[in-house]
T-cell receptor, first 113, second 112 residues
Framework: TQLLEQSPQFLSIQEGENLTVYCNSSSVFSSLQWYRQEPGEGPVLLVTVVTGGEVKKLKRLTFQFGDARKDSSLHITAAQPGDTGLYLCAGGSTSGNTGKLIFGQGTTLQVKP | DTGVSQDPRHKITKRGQNVTFRCDPISEHNRLYWYRQTLGQGPEFLTYFQNEAQLEKSRLLSDRFSAERPKGSFSTLEIQRTEQGDSAMYLC??????????FGQGTRLTVV
């Protein structure tokens, strides 16, 4: 069974601080995605990484896929209150050809002004 | 708006009642997924359709749950004899083959 462990589960920081969220597994994933979810809404895709060692940047967000494609990190520089939300990592299952996603538990981020 | 649409957005029901949710995927998408998300957790996979064929069901999908996608377009998820433990957000997603999955806004179910 493929599992993804996210840490930390909760993070409360002041505006302007930097933070890193980790997503770890003992399994290899074909791809790894990061989503952001607002309360009462569905997850919205931020980025997909597919190659081991890949780094992608989206404004103040930096995403990295581990060399062995088992882990990933999300780094936010100079966090802003608008970054508040639930951040989810999700791996593409390597079992079969379903395209289903296996999600981590999520990291709830609160950025205080 | 041509995104994934779910209806209703919220549903409150009494324990023991049946409920049905609808998902309208993006029109050209052949794959449709249902996930369940409880408060403070990540979504968990429930079931997957390719066109009208239901190709995978999670063990989370007890025999009280049934999903259909009769014409390969919209899908319904029915829960019979609801229990308080069924309270959750039910999310639908669609994709074209193994491309990016787009999620709907979800249906929040509360069983009282």
């Amino acid at each position: 069974t493929q599992l993804l462990e996210q840490s930390p589960q909760f993070l409360s920081i002041q505006e302007g601080e930097n933070l890193t969220v980790y997503c770890n597994s003992s399994s290899v994933f074909s791809s790894l995605q990061w989503y952001r979810q607002e309360p009462g809404e569905g997850p919205v895709l931020l980025v997909t990484v597919v190659t081991g060692g890949e780094v992608k940047k989206l404004k103040r967000l930096t995403f990295q896929f581990g060399d062995a494609r088992k882990d990933s990190s999300l780094h936010i520089t100079a966090a802003q209150p608008g970054d508040t939300g639930l951040y989810l990592c999700a791996g593409g299952s390597t079992s079969g050809n379903t395209g289903k996603l296996i999600f981590g538990q999520g990291t709830t981020l609160q950025v205080k002004p | 708006d041509t995104g994934v649409s779910q209806d209703p957005r919220h549903k409150i029901t009494k324990r023991g009642q049946n409920v049905t949710f609808r998902c309208d995927p993006i029109s050209e998408h052949n794959r449709l997924y249902w996930y369940r998300q409880t408060l403070g957790q990540g979504p968990e996979f429930l079931t997957y359709f390719q066109n009208e064929a239901q190709l995978e069901k999670s063990r989370l999908l007890s025999d009280r749950f049934s999903a259909e996608r009769p014409k390969g377009s919209f899908s319904t998820l029915e829960i019979q004899r609801t229990e308080q433990g069924d309270s959750a957000m039910y999310l639908c997603a669609s994709s074209l083959d193994r491309g990016q999955a787009f999620f709907g806004q979800g249906t929040r179910l509360t069983v009282v």
